[in-house]
């Protein structure tokens, strides 16, 4: 064994930070081995300089970046999308599509298909799999999704591609007797969203029981909670065995509303980008799902006014969450790690520091800037 050892770093635990210890990895098999009190004589070391070393983010909603698309289904691009977020501390992700039609959604998961062993060993965020957004969703809160393209739920569809669909988002209230639902608990593991959905409080709650066991992108796209009707929002914070993705750039949602998230959901609130291929680019506009979308600061919109998406990095996402809440750091890094892994099933080899996991692990100053990101053991990003 080839051991690296990361000093002088402010270790982020699932339920602490531990300081004047050393995080140590294995470069040849890529995994943690642990934390330690004393360093051996002559060790090979990565100095953190004080900052904080926490776990590679996993972004399970992200659309597209500098200027590329999930739903361009180009290799090149969604390798480029890859490269770009591990410089956001990103070293796993789900490259998400959207409702298109049918054919764009097949090239779309064909691409990504294509990509998926070699992102293993790649400089960029390894791809887990695919979160299909859409097309099974209701045209009432399809927000920047085209109409034309929306179908009923497929629960095949999925199935048959569920070598590389790990989510899929959906509205229940689309899902006649909750068939695919059902057919989807019962003979997958992909984790089932409901999202552009305007279903009642009761429905969602059905829809719960029945396989639903995520909510996309709260408060948006979805039956507000009122106080005679909770909506979807209330079923999504009411149901135990439901996780929420929460885009915090400040404008998707009120960012008080964060705290409420994190008292209410605990370990199941998940902090996404819900990113359009205008991250990471200059104003003007670009497109999305085949629809002109305006960016103008941090916000993606329609012609009409609809909002479109966003430009978000998930490792400000974290900053954000810091910024407005009294969480402690562990808490809120888990939002961005340890929570989405555990959403999609991937929690037993990323998400934390653990001995034995993926060595994906990055280091960030207070601000959570980006020092560098390592996945499985190799330095793939260095600011």
């Not at 914070?237 to 994190?262: C, K, R």
Request: with cysteine.
């Amino acid at each position: 064994m080839a051991l690296t050892y990361i000093i002088n770093g402010k270790i982020v635990l699932p339920d602490s930070v531990v300081r004047g210890k050393f995080l140590a990895f294995d470069d040849d098999s890529g995994k943690i081995c642990g934390i330690v009190d004393e360093l051996p004589d002559g060790a090979k070391t990565i100095d953190a300089a004080g900052n904080y070393v926490a776990p590679g983010l996993v972004d399970i909603h992200i659309h597209g970046y500098l200027g590329e698309d999930t739903c361009d289904a180009k290799p090149e691009g969604i390798k480029k999308m890859a490269y770009g977020v591990a410089q956001n501390g990103v070293t796993s992700f789900l490259p998400t599509t959207m409702t298109v039609s049918k054919d764009e959604i097949v090239a779309a998961l064909d691409a990504v298909r294509s990509l998926k062993e070699e992102s293993k060993s790649w400089d960029g965020a390894e791809i887990i799999g695919v979160h299909a957004e859409g097309p099974f969703i209701n045209p009432s809160k399809k927000g920047a999704q085209a109409e034309e393209n929306i179908l009923a739920p497929d629960a095949d569809f999925i199935i048959e591609n569920s070598d590389i669909i790990t989510s899929v988002t959906l509205a229940p209230e689309m899902d006649e007797g909750h068939k695919c639902i059902k057919k989807l608990a019962a003979e997958s593991n992909i984790l089932v969203s409901m999202g552009h959905t305007d279903a009642k409080f009761e429905e969602a709650m059905s829809a719960a029981k029945d396989g639903v066991n995520h909510a996309t992108h709260l408060f948006n796209a979805m039956s507000a909670l009122a106080h005679r009707n909770p909506g979807v929002v209330g079923a999504a914070l009411a149901s135990d065995n439901v996780s929420v993705e929460v885009i915090a750039d400040t404008f998707h949602i009120n960012p008080g509303l964060y705290s409420i998230i994190a008292k209410v959901k605990g370990d199941k609130m998940v902090l996404i980008t819900d990113c359009t291929r205008a991250g990471g680019m200059p104003d003007g506009e670009y497109d999305l799902g085949g629809q002109p979308i305006f960016l103008k600061g941090i916000e993606c919109r329609l012609a009409d006014g609809t909002i479109a998406g966003s430009v978000l990095k998930l490792n400000s996402a974290v900053k954000n969450v810091l910024d407005h809440t009294d969480l402690p750091v562990y808490e809120v890094f888990k939002m961005a790690s340890l929570n989405p892994a555990t959403a999609i099933h991937c929690d037993d080899r990323i998400g934390s520091l653990d001995a034995g996991k993926d060595a994906d692990i990055i280091i960030t100053d207070e601000n959570i800037n980006i020092m560098r990101t390592i996945k499985k053991g190799r330095t793939i990003y260095e600011a």
